[in-house]
């Protein structure tokens, strides 16, 4: 674990395919936490951020592809076609960072973490996962959220050879057994539903963390 980071009372490592929902589903996960009133301390002086954060793997990878590369982070950082030009060519990039050093994005990813509350919203490999199990075994919880091909092509994916079949992509389709599966699809339950047991243990967790 980063010494800029402190030890956290859980960690929620959610993955899942492209346009799968993973980013909305954490944001709200995020989003119910700010709203909730039930704990120990008042919200007027201690902001819901303190609470949860949100731990974005492809933050540090982007930034350091872009730095190395000579390219535009802001739109790197965004849903835009500039990033899908070079996502391919990123992903190569990013896969032999990780040959090298397999916690190296998660480590800088986590720098400065204080939250009691980490939400990592985009694992995609089993050495992501396992970085956090193995830094975090009593903590670390793993979510997987799925969307029908269907749903995932109304929001805009369409499948690219180098992309969908690379391990960024399938390297959690095997192997791992979830602590919750998140199905994001219209015809499928609620999203208040499904997320009910995790943000009770969100809270529980909060909670310790304020009487500690």
Not at 31 to 45: D, K, N, T
């Amino acid at each position: 674990m980063s010494a800029d980071a402190s030890e956290p009372r859980l960690v929620l490592v959610f993955s899942g395919k492209r346009k799968s929902g993973k980013d909305y589903v954490t944001d709200r996960i995020q989003e119910r936490l700010v709203l909730y009133s039930g704990f120990p301390w008042s919200f007027s002086s201690r902001l819901g951020a303190d609470v949860c954060c949100i731990v974005r793997l492809s933050g540090p990878l982007k930034e350091q592809y872009a730095q190395d590369h000579g390219l535009d982070l802001d739109q790197l950082l965004g849903p835009g076609p500039y990033k899908e030009h070079y996502r391919a060519d990123m992903i190569r990039w990013g896969e032999d960072r990780r040959c090298q050093d397999p916690g190296f994005f998660c480590r800088l990813a986590t720098k400065g973490a204080l939250q009691p509350v980490w939400v990592v919203s985009d694992a995609r490999r089993q050495s992501d996962l396992q970085w956090f199990q193995r830094e975090f075994p009593g903590q670390t919880r793993s979510v997987r959220v799925t969307s029908s091909d269907e749903t995932r092509r109304q929001r805009g994916w369409s499948f690219t050879t180098g992309v969908d079949d690379a391990e960024s992509e399938c390297g959690l389709d095997n192997g791992v057994e979830f602590d919750w599966i998140i199905t994001n699809d219209v015809d499928a339950p609620s999203l208040e539903e499904q997320l009910q047991p995790i943000l009770k243990l969100a809270k529980e967790s909060a909670d310790q963390s304020s009487v500690s």
